[in-house]
Structures are given as structure tokens and as C-alpha cells.
T-cell receptor, first 115, second 117 residues
Framework: AQSVTQLDSHVSVSEGTPVLLRCNYSSSYSPSLFWYVQHPNKGLQLLLKYTSAATLVKGINGFEAEFKKSETSFHLTKPSAHMSDAAEYFCVVSDITSGTYKYIFGTGTRLKVLA | DAGVTQSPTHLIKTRGQHVTLRCSPISGHKSVSWYQQVLGQGPQFIFQYYEKEERGRGNFPDRFSARQFPNYSSELNVNALLLGDSALYLC????????????????FGEGSWLTVV
């Protein structure tokens, strides 16, 4: 079965410092992995996705993630945090079993950016 | 181009009532999915529809139902509302062909906030 585990429910960083949001996955086949961001009272916006091409994936707003099969990880990073990055971040694995295409979401990591 | 649009954006219902939520997918997208996001949690899959047929259903009771129309828009219906149904209901669409591809991107609307009192 497909699953993702987000290792931190809350992360606080100072503006201008690096961001690291951790995600481990479990998959019975070669996975497709995504990171979505949700700002308060907003829907979900795709940051980036991994689909078995390059293991280092670049996304929007300076975010990137590295797929590491040996560690079953897909951590999200950004070199320098901005106040506007404060939001909820979800790691997602897709599931195509049983003839259905659906996303399996992690529990989310709330990123707080301090001035 | 318009994204996924949902209506209403907010609504309040009383326990036992019925609710209908509506969704229009991105133009050209034939697959619509519904997710429930309870406060403080990640979204949970409810249904997927493709070409008006139910392709999959999550672990939700029969009080939850949905359908997809010929123009690919969709409705989610919830009967006999419970307090625990209070959540953000997200509709999503994807350019889903007959062949499922695990890398397909799903695009989400801003959701319908349902409060059951």
C-alpha cells in the first residue's frame, strides 16, 4: 500500500534561512511523489512532482525536492525562506491500484517564518 | 483559463440535513475527484469519476454519493449530516485518459467549507 509520513507537524525558521520539510514514503511500485502547499483558507497548489525522471526536482517559488530511493525519502527544501512561504505543506504519493487514481496525503507540516 | 471552480464556498447546515456541493473541472479535464479535509488533517479521498462513471471510492459511508454530468461537472451529495462531516470539501480535476498514469497531476479547487451545527 502507498503511504507517506511527514516527520514534523510544525517547523519554524527565520526569514532568509533554509527550509527543510521531511517526508518518507512507502510504495509497492515505483512511486510518483508530489508536494502541495495550502495557504490559509485556500486550496492546494502544486509545488513540484517526481515521476521517475531526474531525482532532483525543481518547483515553483525556489522550492526543490530530492528523491532518495535508498532512504525512501522525498524532502522539500528551499535555500532562503520568505514570509510568504508560511503555510501548510503536504507530501503526497499517488495510488493507481484498484483501477482508481487517487492521492494519498501526509498529515501536513505547518511552516512558520519568523521575521 | 479558469481553474477548478466550486460552489458554494461556505455553508452551514443542521444535523440530519442534506447538502449538495458542485464542481466544474478545468476545461478539457475529464476526471473529477472529491476529497474531504477535516481541520488539522490532510485531505482524504472520497470519490473519483471519469466519463460519468465512478472509478473509485474511499472509505466513506453510503451517505456520501456523487455523480458526473455530460459536461464533466460534478456534484457531491451528503445525506443525514453529522457534526463530523464538518470539513473542507475539495474538488479536483485531472487530464485522465483511459490509461492510468501514476504521474498525472491533480488540480484542486479552493473548496467548499461545510459546517454542520
Amino acid at each position: 500500500a502507498q503511504s507517506v509520513t511527514q516527520l514534523d507537524s510544525h517547523v519554524s525558521v527565520s526569514e532568509g534561512t533554509p527550509v527543510l520539510l521531511r517526508c518518507n514514503y512507502s510504495s509497492s511500485y515505483s512511486p510518483s511523489l508530489f508536494w502541495y502547499v495550502q495557504h490559509p483558507n485556500k486550496g492546494l497548489q502544486l509545488l513540484l512532482k517526481y515521476t521517475s525522471a531526474a531525482t532532483l526536482v525543481k518547483g515553483i517559488n525556489g522550492f526543490e525536492a530530492e528523491f532518495k530511493k535508498s532512504e525512501t525519502s522525498f524532502h522539500l527544501t528551499k535555500p532562503s525562506a520568505h514570509m510568504s512561504d508560511a503555510a501548510e505543506y503536504f507530501c503526497v504519493v499517488s495510488d493507481i491500484t484498484s483501477g482508481t487514481y487517487k492521492y494519498i496525503f501526509g498529515t501536513g507540516t505547518r511552516l512558520k517564518v519568523l521575521a | 483559463d479558469a481553474g477548478v471552480t466550486q460552489s458554494p464556498t461556505h455553508l452551514i447546515k443542521t444535523r440530519g440535513q442534506h447538502v449538495t456541493l458542485r464542481c466544474s473541472p478545468i476545461s478539457g479535464h475529464k476526471s473529477v475527484s472529491w476529497y474531504q479535509q477535516v481541520l488539522g488533517q490532510g485531505p482524504q479521498f472520497i470519490f473519483q469519476y471519469y466519463e460519468k462513471e465512478e472509478r473509485g471510492r474511499g472509505n466513506f459511508p453510503d451517505r456520501f454519493s456523487a455523480r458526473q454530468f455530460p459536461n464533466y461537472s460534478s456534484e457531491l451529495n451528503v445525506n443525514a449530516l453529522l457534526l463530523g462531516d464538518s470539513a473542507l470539501y475539495l474538488c479536483a480535476s485531472s487530464l485522465d485518459g483511459r490509461i492510468l498514469r501514476s504521474g498525472n497531476t491533480i488540480y484542486f479547487g479552493e473548496g467548499s467549507w461545510l459546517t454542520v451545527v
